[in-house]
């Protein structure tokens, strides 16, 4: 059971810059997948980017390419997603999940093995 675990969350006003990190345990980091997600009020959890379990391919959502940056360290099992010149709409709950040997580019849900349980974004002045 591989268990994955957010952090890096928190209030940040538009146009700055936070780090969220995805500790994962319990399974081979180097094989997974891993993507993250955000979810904000009333709205369905949507893709934001992935990275490959290679750390050679990652895809982002039309609605951050250019801010944000997915990456990974095989070396300390952790994802880290890079969140530059945000902005009021960026404000969510996000997400990482784990896939075995997945894509870097948007699955349907149901398809990621493992999530985390998420952490808080705020962008607010």
């Known amino acids: 059971q591989v268990r994955l675990v957010e952090s890096g969350g928190g209030m940040v006003q538009p146009g700055g810059s936070l780090r969220l990190s995805c500790v994962t345990s319990?399974?081979?980091?180097?094989?997974?997948?891993v993507a993250w997600f955000r979810q904000a009020p009333g709205k369905e959890r949507e893709f934001v980017g992935a990275i490959d379990y290679s750390g050679t391919s990652s895809h982002y959502a039309e609605s951050v390419e250019g801010r944000f940056t997915v990456s990974r360290d095989n070396g300390v099992n952790t994802a880290y997603l890079q969140l530059n010149s945000v902005k009021p709409e960026d404000t969510a709950v996000y997400y990482c999940?784990?896939?075995?040997?997945?894509?870097?580019?948007?699955?349907?849900?149901?398809?990621?093995?493992?999530w985390g349980q998420g952490t808080q974004v705020t962008v607010s002045s």
């Open positions: 319990g399974g081979s980091f180097s094989t997974y997948t």
């Open positions: 999940a784990a896939e075995r040997w997945g894509v870097s580019y948007p699955r349907p849900l149901e398809r990621y093995d493992f």
